[in-house]
């Protein structure tokens, strides 16, 4: 499966911005999904992740609240909804897909995740 991440660019902090994961090559429903992101200079770290059915949702500590990671695999779609973003918040986001059985134990570890989209650069101005 392909992915092509989009919807970054540059958002006033305290404002809202959606990513958006297209798949193709397979259809999405295959797939756990997951939202991952890297700051500069730092590590990549999990930020959301969704089950297959859309049913079951994970979040890092630092975005429960504010943002909401959902799909429409009609559409083979899955979103990030970014609110109240922070400068904090500035970073690449990643899209990932899982095709593990597992995924309630293994959300959170980028190595669950065979693909990947190429990244969109949320960029947060304070």
């Known amino acids: 499966v392909q992915l092509q991440a989009s919807g970054g660019g540059l958002v006033q902090a305290g404002g809202s911005r959606r990513l958006s994961c297209v798949a193709s090559?397979?259809?999405?429903?295959?797939?756990?999904m997951g939202w991952f992101r890297q700051a500069p200079g730092k590590e990549r770290e999990f930020v959301a992740a969704?089950?297959?059915?859309?049913?079951?949702?994970y979040y890092t500590d630092s975005v429960k609240g504010r943002f909401t990671i959902s799909r429409e695999n009609a559409k083979n779609t899955v979103y990030l909804q970014m609110n109240s973003v922070k400068p904090v918040d500035t970073a690449v986001y990643y899209c990932?897909?899982?095709?593990?059985?597992?995924?309630?134990?293994?959300?959170?570890?980028?190595?669950?995740?065979?693909?990947w989209g190429q990244g969109t650069l949320v960029t947060v101005s304070s």
């Open positions: 990932a897909a899982n095709p593990s059985t597992n995924f309630n134990r293994n959300y959170y570890s980028m190595g669950a995740y065979d693909y």
């Open positions: 090559g397979r259809a999405l429903l295959y797939y756990a």
């Open positions: 969704i089950s297959r059915s859309g049913v079951i949702t």
